[in-house]
């Protein structure tokens, strides 16, 4: 259980080497959901469909993960997933990531809290609109815009 703990551990702040091997290939992203979660089942899916190389963590108990990750109460979604030294909480849309990873902004990551129909995994509808927020290192740097989905 304790070389568990420090794999999530090593996993989610970033320590585990995760950084893409040249510029043409994408990171690879480890998602933590419940096993019986069928809509954050949909989003790995995409995610792998996008060219990311996925390994899926189920856990009956994501609350520890969400801790050690840094995402605040009021960010949370059903899954968190950790790329390339950045934390992804919720439906997160691809076009969200990509401008996450193109820009590398200094924050903790980004998330899309709740479960807005038509996000990747609740529907998947393009034209939905919903909010992409940034996790900060703290609390001041949290809940600033982002990316607006559907707009």
Wanted: proline share 7%; glycine share 10%.
């Amino acid at each position: 259980m304790r070389q568990f703990q420090t794999m999530l551990l090593a996993a989610i702040i970033g320590l585990s080497g995760w950084a893409a091997a040249d510029a043409g290939e994408k990171p690879k992203m480890t998602v933590f959901k419940t096993p019986w979660c069928g809509c954050c089942e949909a989003w790995t899916e995409i995610m792998t469909a996008e060219g990311y190389d996925v390994t899926v963590r189920d856990l009956e108990d994501l609350d520890p993960i969400k801790k050690q990750a840094g995402v605040p109460d009021n960010m949370q979604g059903c899954h968190t997933a950790v790329l390339d030294n950045y934390v992804l909480e919720g439906h997160v849309p691809v076009a969200a990531i990509d401008k996450l990873l193109s820009e590398r902004p200094a924050v903790r990551g980004i998330a899309v809290p709740g479960m807005p129909q038509g996000a990747p995994g609740m529907g998947d509808d393009p034209d939905a609109n919903y909010t992409v927020y940034s996790i900060g290192h703290d609390a001041s740097e949290t809940g600033a815009v982002f990316f607006e989905a559907g707009k």
